[in-house]
Nanobody, 130 residues
């Protein structure tokens, strides 16, 4: 059974930092794309950052340079280091995983996976910047 369990959420002052963690079980030793998504009240869920099995990363423009996604050597614990936090970063943060690459290859293009492509999700951890 695949499980993703997030932790580290809480209330942070603007300009502060916070680190989120996500422990992934049930899909060890399998190539996978893992990442963080967030959803604020009244808004659609958005991709924050993803990291591929080879370590390549991708960030939303809104967090580029402020957030860093990483994973431990086993690939079973995912982190999101958030710095220079803003009230606009307030949201429920979700950890997600999907087997294979973070990219979708078609006959004519290569596009990044979107949230609908991710098969496994955690319950979320709330981050409030205030």
């Amino acid at each position: 059974q695949v499980q993703l369990v997030e932790s580290g959420g809480g209330t942070v002052q603007p300009g502060g930092s916070r680190r989120l963690s996500c422990v992934i079980s049930g899909i060890s030793y399998i190539s996978k794309c893992v990442g963080w998504f967030r959803q604020a009240p009244g808004k659609e869920r958005e991709k924050v950052a993803v990291i591929d099995d080879d370590g390549s990363t991708s960030y939303a423009d809104s967090v580029e340079g402020r957030f860093t996604i990483s994973k431990d050597k086993t690939g079973n614990t995912l982190y999101l280091q958030m710095s220079e936090l803003k009230p606009a970063d307030t949201a429920m943060y979700y950890c997600a995983a999907d087997l294979g690459s973070c990219l979708v290859y078609t006959a004519t293009s290569v596009v990044p996976k979107v949230d609908a492509d991710f098969a496994y999700w955690g319950q979320g951890t709330q981050v409030t910047v205030s």
